[in-house]
Every structure is written in C-alpha cells, then in structure tokens.
T-cell receptor, first 115, second 116 residues
Framework: EADIYQTPRYLVIGTGKKITLECSQT?????MYWYQQDPGMELHLIHY???????EKGDLSSESTVSRIRTEHFPLTLESARPSHTSQYLC??????????????FGEGSRLTVL | GENVEQHPSTLSVQEGDSAVIKCTYS??????FPWYKQELGKGPQLIID?????GEKKDQRIAVTLNKTAKHFSLHITETQPEDSAVYFC???????????????FGTGTLLAVQP
C-alpha cells in the first residue's frame, strides 16, 4: 500500500480563486511528480522534482506552480483558477536511490472543478 | 522525444476470456516498460514491468511481451475476472540500465470491461 496522500480529494471553486493541492509522502522518496488527467484518461506530466529545492516543468504546459521545500511535501498552486483548469490532478513519487525499481507510487488524486 | 501509442482505447471481454493490449514506442533508446492499472476513483498502480534485456515476463494471470526490433510491447491477461475491469496504461522510459529515471511517457490508456 502506497503512503502518498493528496488533499482535497474533491474541490469545487469559482473562477479567479487561488487554490493549493496538497501532496505528501512518507516513503522518503526523492522524486515527486504531478500529472494532469483529462476526461479522455490520458496522463500528462506537468511538474516534477528530483529533490528539495528542485522543480522542473513537465511535458504539458501548465499555469500552475509547485514548490519542494521538504522532501515529503510537493504542493501545487493555481493563483487564479479558470474553468480550463478543471481536471483530475495526480501526485506521484518514486525512490531516487540505488534501490530504485522504477516504480511510481500514485496518490488517489484531486478532482478540481472550476465554475 | 518519445511517443507511446496504445490500442485499443476500449476493450470488452467475457469473464474467463483473454485480453490483449498493445503499445508501440518511437525511441529505440527506451529500455523500461511498465504497465499500470487504474481502478475507478484511485491512482494508477504498477502491475508488471519489463526491461529491454528480456522478451517476456509473467506474473500469475498477467504477462508482458517485448519486441525491441519492432518497438512494441503487449499486456496479456488470461482468465479475466470482473475485478480486472479498469483503465490500463503502458509507459516507456530511457532509464539507466537496471534502474529508471522515472520520467515515464504514458500511453493513452485502455478501458477494459470484463462482463460477468
């Protein structure tokens, strides 16, 4: 069972609001990721981090931002939400050490709806 | 960059039948190919993976085959059960041999429905 948690699971907000999606893992993993999953099922990497104070943009351009101040915490922020941001956001982590098996551990997701 | 194509997008089978999902990749340097299963309301979970130094791997009712020459790999599920119903994703990455960088490129997903 993966020890990676996302909050909130569901969020409905109005346009223009600032939101932060929380992601925490207790496995001590160096690498963390945010994926956006559209209704067509596809997974798009929007941000990743290989360690504290390291963040990179993913393959899909996103207006969101992330931070990695602590190993276990990788929050995603939208300064001004818009209806086009409505989606499912999945956080994941993996072991960056020599024991790395290549496995990504996913949280259960945060479903965001912007009205 | 790497591109992973996955087919079919939806698959319906009768309980007990076999299911096959196929993926092709574009970058011949890719050497790690995992499969993830996503149940309704949950995040994807790794079910099996294969590295480029082997052609086939099996774990109970699931198996994965890899053809490096043709750059395609497939997931085979035998004796399907209703609990196999989920979305399945293939993925590929160019990892360090024996490990992986984990910057995975995912396929577009296959919705598998197993009819009782």
């Amino acid at each position: 069972e993966a020890d990676i948690y996302q909050t909130p699971r569901y969020l409905v907000i109005g346009t223009g609001k600032k939101i932060t999606l929380e992601c925490s893992q207790t496995m001590g993993h160096d690498k963390m990721y945010w994926y956006q999953q559209d209704p067509g099922m596809e997974l798009h990497l929007i941000h990743y981090s290989y360690g504290v104070n390291s963040t990179e943009k993913g393959d899909l351009s996103s207006e969101s931002t992330v931070s990695r101040i602590r190993t276990e915490h990788f929050p995603l922020t939208l300064e001004s939400a818009r209806p086009s941001h409505t989606s499912q956001y999945l956080c994941a982590s993996s072991d960056g050490s020599g024991r790395n098996t290549g496995e990504l551990f996913f949280g259960e997701g945060s479903r965001l709806t912007v009205l | 960059g790497e591109n992973v194509e996955q087919h079919p997008s939806t698959l319906s089978v009768q309980e007990g039948d076999s299911a096959v999902i196929k993926c092709t990749y574009s970058d011949s340097a890719s050497n790690y190919f995992p499969w993830y299963k996503q149940e309704l309301g949950k995040g994807p979970q790794l079910i099996i993976d294969i590295r480029s130094n082997v052609g086939e791997k099996k774990d109970q009712r699931i198996a994965v085959t890899l053809n490096k020459t043709a750059k395609h790999f497939s997931l085979h599920i035998t004796e399907t059960q209703p609990e196999d119903s989920a979305v399945y994703f293939c993925a590929a990455s160019k990892g360090v041999y024996g490990g992986a960088t984990n910057k995975l490129i995912f396929g577009t997903g296959t919705l598998l429905a197993v009819q009782p």
